[in-house]
């Protein structure tokens, strides 16, 4: 297997959990709010950690770096987060090198989503990329990476079916609801929270239910009066919340907290309650559940509603890894390229310095010494020999690193490259 280094004793690294292995509410032990994922970026610059991205949705929690061990980047998680080392490894993925970067691509295009072909982790890796280089976390390889990621989400998207038709948490929600409510552009609809979900949400319950009757809380008032007036929707304020919660047939929470907003004691009526939890951690407590009238609906149940645009969507998988698959290889070898360079680099300037000990030679023999051809000559020679070398080095039947360590011993040129 290849090592992917940045420096001496690192290796690249994926590690994390998702909802393969973990439930919502162990995701939610993982899960890192704004604070935390910068609390992570600093407490990674101050041990050394040169490079790393880090991603936290309703789906996964995932750091992509260069450690020495990948315990570094899981105790960076754990000690920013409520969960343990314990309970990660009984749910986590850690993946290295060549398999790592394999994740990344499957993660970024889709095809590692709750729901196939749903792209909005993408947006995620760009937003925590632009966070990682602005806190110098973020070398060329690592940025290399996320951009073969973003072509290949890029293509994906245009060129297969795997997102076509809706399919996504926010379309599960509103089907949901139209399948097991009756008159549903009669009900009193509650929408708590309007992140990225509840607006995606919101624009759904708006298109397919014909409501007219939604009303939106959320914390920070104007950004729910944003939506609503793109939408003609009724807002209210938070202190509001639960005086509307007894006013709504159906209840829809999507908030970013880390704690629960909504309990049992928020719920002061006994006609019919449907509520749907689209928060990581969950933001609705279980409890709710001991009261006869109220039916809890979290999003991971949402994702296991399966139909025919699903099946459709699969049919585009192998289309969508010849896609991942002709980028990979196109990062494998500019990193390859990358990988053997400082050789090449120290090559030419170990043939270099037995150019000009031979100019000098030669010189101090004739009188006649032409100063311009011979540099010229030499300088063309120089030239074939490293252009042969990295030909050669990028050959498809060559053994990189034996090569390099036939070089470099023939050569003598270690030093050379550890002072480069």
Not at 2 to 25: C, P, V
Not at 249 to 258: K, R
Not at 312 to 319: F, G, L, M, T
Not at 326 to 345: N, Q
Request: charge should be neutral; charged fraction near 25%; proline fraction near 2%.
């Amino acid at each position: 297997m290849e090592h992917y280094t940045r420096s001496k004793g690192t290796t690249f690294y994926a590690i994390g959990l998702s909802y393969k292995k973990a439930d919502a509410e162990v995701r939610g032990h993982f899960s890192l709010d704004e604070t935390a994922k910068l609390a992570v970026l600093n407490q990674a610059k101050a041990s050394g950690i040169e490079s790393l991205i880090i991603t936290s949705t309703c789906n996964r929690t995932e750091i992509y770096g260069f450690a020495q061990h990948p315990f570094q980047l899981i105790q960076l998680l754990c000690d920013n987060t409520k969960g343990t080392v314990e309970e990660f490894q009984k749910v986590a993925h850690v993946y290295k090198n060549a398999e790592a970067i394999s994740h990344i691509f499957r993660v970024g295009s889709g095809l590692d989503s709750q729901i196939l072909g749903d792209f909005e982790i993408i947006s995620q890796l760009k937003v925590s990329a632009r966070l990682s280089k602005k806190m110098q976390l973020f070398n060329p390889f690592l940025e290399r990476l996320i951009n073969a990621v973003i072509q290949a989400s890029k293509r994906i998207k245009t060129e297969t079916e795997i997102s076509s038709g809706a399919t996504s948490v926010s379309f599960a929600s509103v089907r949901y609801i139209m399948n097991h409510i009756e008159a549903v552009s009669e009900k009193n609809i509650l929408l708590f929270g309007t992140g990225k979900i509840g607006r995606n949400t919101c624009e759904n319950l708006v298109k397919h239910t014909k409501n007219s009757h939604i009303t939106l809380i959320n914390r920070t008032k104007d950004k729910a009066e944003a939506i609503a007036g793109k939408f003609n929707l009724l807002v209210k304020d938070y202190s509001n919340l639960q005086e509307e919660i007894n006013a709504s047939d159906i209840l829809i929470v999507a908030t970013g907290a880390q704690n629960p907003t909504v309990d049992k004691h928020c719920i002061q009526t006994g006609k019919p309650l449907l509520i749907l939890d689209l928060s990581i951690p969950k933001n609705v407590h279980s409890n709710v559940t001991e009261l006869d009238n109220v039916t809890l609906v979290h999003l991971d149940d949402l994702a296991k509603i399966t139909d025919n645009t699903l099946e459709k969507r699969k049919a585009q998988i192998p289309v969508a890894e010849a896609i991942i698959e002709e980028i990979r290889l196109d990062f494998h070898a500019w990193l390859t390229t990358r990988k053997f360079a400082p050789t090449i680099k120290a090559l030419k300037l170990k043939l270099n310095d037995f150019a000009t000990a031979e100019l000098d030679t030669q010189r101090k023999k004739m009188s006649d010494f032409n100063e311009v051809q011979a540099t010229l000559i030499s300088n063309n020679i120089i030239q074939k020999i490293t252009n042969h070398f990295a030909h050669h080095l990028k050959g498809d039947d060559v053994s990189t690193d034996d090569s390099l360590e036939l070089i470099k011993k023939v050569f003598q040129l270690e030093a050379a490259i550890d002072n480069a």
